[in-house]
């Protein structure tokens, strides 16, 4: 029906949209923005609220704008960096958002760690010359290139379902964009994330790894059977394995067998938002790894330890995005001085 899921009112009566209902009960535009998806949007209104919906947006602009006045990190930089560097895989929605991450871990660590960008195809120029400014050091994969890599690494013909979720499902990027073609230990965060303390696990894991890295989640977020994911990788998966901080061996990963299992999960299953955790789950079973204390390393924090955070770092997810755009940001500018901001 043109203009969505209608509400009928009574017998005789115009039917409502939810477009209208929100009007009515004065939820405002930012909370009607999303009626494309109305069951979802209700859900959400009625599970965090819009004066949250509307104050994370407003939040969220704030804080991109913010994004251009952070200073640059050149004395974060001084002195012998890491080993390792640390890699974000990023886009022109996400920049801003990188950018505090990787400020607020330079700024935790107090050392010099190197910063690496792999664009997921939509960075514009603006944002590179962000990235150079605030990281003069960092080292930039360009789209261009990093689709090159990949292709000669996974050849279409030999693997067709990551090459069609990497451009239907930006998430598998973060497996075959960062390590395809490439070698050495890597790990990459994600933009969403705030450092507030000191990362000792993380910093002595970049000095030298030995065993895959990951933090944990706060359930299994799979979005596939135990009993498929079990079947496909043999016993060993981890329960509650968080992507937020992942630390791989690029050669380590058998393509060949990634490859099957997307296939084989997406057949029988359906695709899902979760797939490339769920595969990176897959990829660490039986192998020994180092995990970061959930105590410490918080996905999904809450409201007040948002506000007032004792953690060494925060992941944002579901609906703690509402707490990283009204408090998260500038809980950091608070800490961070404003004799550095």
């Known amino acids: ?26 939820l405002g535009p930012v909370a009607r923005h999303v009626w494309h998806t109305p069951k979802n949007a209700i859900e959400r209104v009625a599970k965090e609220g819009a004066g949250a919906i509307a104050g994370a947006r407003i939040g969220r602009d704030e804080m991109e ?61 603006a944002h590179v010359h962000q990235f150079k400014r605030v990281f003069p050091k960092v080292r930039l994969h360009p789209a261009a290139s990093v689709e090159e890599r990949v292709r000669e690494a996974l050849p279409p013909e030999r693997f067709p379902v990551l090459h069609e ?33 000191r990362p000792g696990v993380l910093l002595e894991w970049l000095y030298g790894p030995e065993r895959l890295l990951h933090m944990v989640d706060t359930a299994d977020s799979y979005g596939y059977s135990a009993k498929l994911m079990a079947e ?19 050669e380590s990963i058998d393509w060949e067998k990634v ?30 790894r180092v995990i970061a204390p959930p105590d410490e390393y918080v996905v999904l924090p809450e409201e007040d ?30 800490e961070y001085g404003p004799e550095d901001a």
């Not at 899921?5 to 009960?25: E, N, Q, T, Y």
């Not at 394995?241 to 061996?249: H, R, Y």
């Open 1 to 26: 029906m043109a203009g969505g899921v209608r509400i009928l009112r009574g017998k005789g009566a115009h039917p409502m949209s939810f477009r209208d209902v929100a009007r009515k009960l004065g």
């Open 65 to 125: 704008l913010a994004a251009y006045d952070l200073r640059p990190a050149e004395k974060d930089f001084e002195g012998a960096k890491m080993p390792v560097e640390v890699t974000f895989l990023t886009g022109g929605k996400f920049w801003y958002q990188t950018v505090f991450c990787g400020v607020s871990l330079l700024h935790a660590a107090q050392r010099s760690i190197g910063i690496a960008i792999v664009d997921d195809g939509t960075l514009e120029d």
């Open 165 to 197: 979720r990497r451009i239907n499902y930006p998430h598998i990027r973060k497996l075959t964009d960062v390590h395809a073609g490439s070698t050495g230990w890597k790990v990459v965060l994600d933009s969403d994330m705030l450092f507030f303390r």
């Open 232 to 250: 496909l990788a043999g016993e060993g998966v981890p329960q509650r394995l968080n992507v937020g901080m992942i630390g791989l061996k690029s």
């Open 259 to 288: 490859e099957s299992w997307a296939a084989t999960m997406i057949e029988r299953e359906g695709t899902h938002y979760f797939l490339e955790q769920a595969l990176t789950a897959m990829l660490v079973a039986g192998e020994p």
């Open 305 to 334: 330890e948002v506000k007032r955070p004792a953690a060494v770092l925060h992941h944002y997810v579901a609906e703690s995005k509402n707490h990283y755009f009204r408090y998260g940001w500038r809980k950091f500018l608070e």
